[in-house]
């Protein structure tokens, strides 16, 4: 049983060395332990760190492609190398890194194929109250796009097994903590939280520079991600807003005009049938969607048995030339 930890890196060499220390080097069940930094377009010593510490792969990008490309950058490069279990943590050693044991566990066990850190939010000295507000209102939203009960959405401190490795797929350019959540609770992928520990603050978080461009980018995503899984609900939903509105509109003229005096009313219909056609051309879009939908289905399966025989061929070849 191989484990690889990848550690996503942008300009981290001043913390990226404590971090590291922190990992652990064996685990029980566990017969291999290698690690892995996504240098995502650093302009400082990051890799140089990273190799003189002994960091088994590093994978380079030359301009920075943000958290989720690097993400997957690295679950591809871990893959390749043979993982059986793919941990993600933090540069900046925000997690514990004792805790890796902890997540691992129920992969280990066939609990579960991914696994979620759940953060004592509450209790983090450097979250601000509304920091702590808008994290457990994301995760509600999350848990209600998603249909999973995971209570610590956002976190990054994650392990997944080979199999959920494979089926992996982000497609947006900020994140990959929410769409994956929402993929893989739509898709039926086995899903369990543990509670983890977290360290003091080294430095403070790249990801937004402000609450309010959190927030916006991370329900933009939620919103994409549970559209892309749930399609004719969504526009469903869309639709009811002006076909109850056109219907009311409708009943309102036909009540002036048993009572004589619709030729007043004519704007009232016309309003009521362009409300109606839009809800009707809205529920026609989410019938086409929810098609496009099935056929995305089919090619993910397709890319999934792609992926499987692609990578055990050279996860293979790795091990010969080892």
Request: net charge neutral.
């Amino acid at each position: 049983m191989k484990l690889i930890i990848q550690i996503p890196c942008y300009n981290e060499a001043e913390t990226l060395e404590v971090a590291l220390n922190d990992l652990p080097k064996k685990i029980d069940g566990i017969d291999e332990i290698e690690y892995l930094i996504i240098n995502d377009g650093s302009q400082d010593n990051t890799v140089e760190v990273a190799r003189s510490w002994g960091v088994h792969y590093v994978v380079n990008f030359k301009q920075n492609k943000g958290l989720a490309k690097g993400f997957m950058a690295g679950i591809d490069a871990c893959l390749r190398n043979g993982a059986d279990i793919i941990v993600n943590t933090d540069a900046d050693n925000q997690y514990c890194g004792e805790d890796i044991e902890t997540i691992v566990r129920p992969i280990l066990e066939g609990k579960a194929d991914m696994v979620i850190g759940e953060r004592p939010i509450d209790d983090t000295a450097h979250f601000s109250p509304i920091k702590k507000k808008l994290q457990h209102l994301g995760s509600w939203v999350v848990r209600k796009a998603s249909n999973t009960d995971v209570p610590d959405a956002p976190s990054g401190f994650r392990a997944y097994s080979r199999e959920a490795a494979m089926r992996l797929n982000v497609v947006n350019d900020y994140t990959y903590t929410l769409e994956t959540i929402v993929q893989a609770g739509r898709s039926k992928m086995p899903i369990m939280s543990v509670p983890i520990r977290t360290n003091p603050e080294l430095r403070s978080s790249r990801l937004f520079h402000s609450m309010w461009g959190y927030v916006k980018k991370s329900m933009l995503t939620i919103l994409r991600a549970f559209m892309w899984y749930k399609p004719l609900y969504c526009f469903s939903l869309v639709a009811l807003i002006p076909t109850f509105i056109g219907l009311g509109i409708s009943v309102r003229f036909l009540i002036f005009f048993f009572n004589g005096m619709g030729k007043g009313h004519v704007q009232s219909l016309i309003l009521a049938c362009t409300l109606l056609i839009i809800g009707f051309i809205t529920f026609v879009i989410g019938l086409l969607a929810d098609t496009i939908a099935a056929n995305r289905r089919i090619l993910e399966d397709v890319q999934y048995h792609v992926r499987k025989l692609e990578y055990d061929r050279e996860a293979a070849r790795n091990q010969k030339g080892v």
